[in-house]
């Protein structure tokens, strides 16, 4: 039995200890909302041009240029914003994460401009065709992960008003921003498909 305690652990066990078990997380979620946006994206595409009614994506869908500047823009304030951090330099933190937060907030509304247009003017919900469920589905989809996102921003970004000491949380700050760039890298996806293979 004595013998037994003192066995060394193998090279597999020592690398599963030493494994960031907050990065294997959110690589976990990464994985699974990449399989989730698939599925969309592919009922999307499988049922385009295959509304028996109007309106058609080719009417009503004007190319969102603005919002998607800015959502883009947002990762690159979001890597700044955590270069500030690691450097110690909350200010430029705090500036940059600001910045990250308005962008996203300027994505959103027009989102939200868009909708209005789409279902005020044109006359197109969820429930008037194909084209209507399937986009309102993966474009909402999007726009639901960048609310969970500007909402843990936010919180970081007040958390850093009240003068916490962020830089403690580098490593958690540092996997928000991964989740935002994945916000980000899915909304080239949804740009693509949507409005340019879609139109």
Known sequence: MADAAVIPLSAVEDEARNLDRGKVGVICLITTEVALFSVFVTAYLSFLGKSLTGPTPAEVL?????ATICL?????????????????????????????????????RQTGIEWRKLINVDGLTISTNVF??????????HASHVVIGLTLLLLVFALGLKGAHLHAHERRIELLSWYWHFVDAVWV???????????
């Open 72 to 108: 883009l823009s947002s990762s690159l304030t979001v890597e700044l914003a955590i270069r500030g951090l690691r450097r110690g330099a909350a200010g430029q933190f705090k500036l940059w994460l600001g910045l990250t937060i308005l962008l996203g907030g300027e994505f959103l």
């Open 62 to 66: 004007t190319v969102p240029v603005w």
């Open 189 to 199: 996806v949804v740009f693509t498909v949507v409005y340019v293979i879609g139109r």
């Open 132 to 141: 209507g469920t399937t986009y309102y589905s993966l474009v909402g989809l």
